[in-house]
């Protein structure tokens, strides 16, 4: 049972550059978030969804975009990345908005 | 605005010695509060809940403790390990919005 799988583990960017991190559950769980975590913050709530088709803004939704085309599926857009971006991003996936979170490993990303 | 804060950002404790671990919130909408566990290079794992209606939620050597009236939740490892040493992340919802704020983290570290 792989869980949340989240790709790449690590990534360098130049400013200006998009690109997309991935994110995989099997799981069956609706609800999927993505989060941030950078040092003395915590872990940031940037976008959610409560199922396939369905997405919500979190508390720093700026700069990113995410879609729910399936329920094991939800990528996180980086348009036009920033060093303001650099930063440790986790996936989280629950059977419902109330449930444990199960998260994924995170992926590193720096914005140079 | 931080709705979640943990103000002890590292804590170091005696093996066997009893741990504890705050939080303090601001909203009084939140009802369901989580605490995670996260190891260096991994994403979190869930430890243990509560709910409003309870003031006390208890795991083996994990007892969650809540208080309403101050807004204080706190976290007690009885006896503590070498291997509890991680940091430690509270979590709090409300059922209007099923998203889930974080506090910044304490870093515990075990004695050995």
């Known amino acids: 049972n792989a869980g949340v799988t989240q790709t790449p583990k690590f990534q360098v960017l130049k400013t200006g550059q998009s690109m997309t991190l991935q994110c995989a559950q099997d799981m069956n769980h609706e609800y999927m978030s993505w989060y941030r975590q950078d040092p003395g913050m915590g872990l940031r709530l940037i976008h959610y969804s409560v199922g396939a088709g369905i997405t919500d803004q979190g508390e720093v939704p700026n700069g990113y975009n995410v879609s729910r085309s399936t329920t094991e599926d939800f990528p996180l857009r980086l348009l036009s990345a920033a060093p303001s971006q650099t930063s440790v991003y986790f996936c989280?996936?629950?059977?419902?908005?109330?449930?444990?979170?199960?998260f994924g490993q995170g992926t590193r990303l720096t914005v140079v | 605005d931080q709705q979640v804060k943990q103000n002890s950002p590292s804590l170091s404790v005696q093996e066997g010695r009893i741990s504890i671990l705050n939080c303090d919130y601001t909203?009084?909408?939140?009802?369901?509060f989580l605490w995670y566990k996260k190891y260096p290079a991994e994403g979190p794992t869930f430890l243990i809940s509560?709910?409003?209606?309870?003031d006390k939620n208890e795991d083996g050597r994990f007892t969650v403790f809540l208080n309403k009236s101050a807004k204080h939740l706190s976290l007690h490892i009885v006896p503590s390990q070498p291997g509890d040493s991680a940091v430690y992340f509270c979590a709090a919802s409300d059922s209007g919005t099923y998203k889930y704020i974080f506090g910044t983290g304490t870093r515990l570290k075990v004695l050995a």
């Open positions: 989280a996936s629950s059977q419902t908005g109330r449930a444990e979170a199960f």
């Open positions: 509560i709910s409003s209606i309870k």
């Open positions: 909203n009084s909408m939140f009802d369901y």
